[in-house]
């Protein structure tokens, strides 16, 4: 019987501190509580969060939503990164394709018996191969930057959003102020709740 009264103190005490909520709408609009009503709205259609659920890539979705400046500018960079990848892969192919040649060759010469014929093929590739090489150094010199500008591209396009957003989080803390009536109250009702049960026990 105590424990049933236990229990039933405990459940009484949970949600007395859960009426006691009040659920009050922020006194400011923000792109975060937009950015939660939009990825809640996608989760309940079962649509895949975007951007991984990162909450600032949320955020700054919500900021672009009504910025053709920022639309613009976003389309830029993706169009600029699909250019980058689509570049990048067409002058790879060809380089990789002639360093697999290369080692494939090189695979087959050593499992050759005639070591003159080994010889003459050992030397006809390496000849061929860092003749290739020297004729393409300008091209993978070139790649080599491509690839440093695709990188330090992301990470500043990583530091805009944060930094747009930043103050986005920093106005929806401001419209959610934790206030501590709700907390104390609930702990006064646990406490007289728990000393109640001490006396009956």
């Known amino acids: 019987m105590k424990k ?15 009426e006691n909520k009040p659920r009050q709408a922020p006194a400011v609009e923000n792109a975060v509580d937009n950015a939660a009503s939009s990825v809640s709205n996608s989760i309940k ?9 990162n ?11 009504n ?28 380089i990789d394709k002639s360093e697999t040649y290369y080692n494939d060759a090189k695979a087959l010469t050593n ?13 006809a590739l390496k000849l061929s191969s860092e003749k290739y090489h020297l004729k393409t150094q300008t091209t993978r010199d070139l790649i080599k930057k491509i690839k440093a500008n695709k990188i330090a591209l992301y990470e500043q396009q990583m ?7 930043l103050p986005e989080i920093e106005k929806y803390q401001n419209a959610h102020p934790l206030k501590t009536d709700q907390l104390n109250q609930c702990i006064k009702k646990q406490n007289d709740l728990l000393a109640e049960l001490k006396k009956i026990q």
């Not at 259609?45 to 659920?53: E, I």
């Not at 909450?55 to 939503?65: A, M, N, R, S, T």
């Not at 499992?111 to 030397?123: F, G, H, P, R, V």
Request: charged letters at 30%; one cysteine or more.
């Open 4 to 18: 049933i009264l236990f229990a039933s103190a405990l459940a009484l005490c949970a949600l007395s501190c859960k």
């Open 45 to 53: 259609k079962n649509t895949r969060y975007s951007d991984g659920g």
């Open 55 to 65: 909450l600032v890539h949320e955020i700054y979705h919500e900021l672009i939503k």
């Open 67 to 94: 910025d053709k400046a920022l639309q613009d500018l976003e389309v830029r960079i993706e169009n600029t990164f699909k250019e980058t990848e689509d570049v990048l892969s067409e002058y790879m192919n060809v």
């Open 111 to 123: 499992s050759l018996t005639d070591s003159a014929a080994k010889k003459e093929i050992e030397n």
């Open 159 to 165: 530091v805009f959003k944060i930094k747009k957003t």
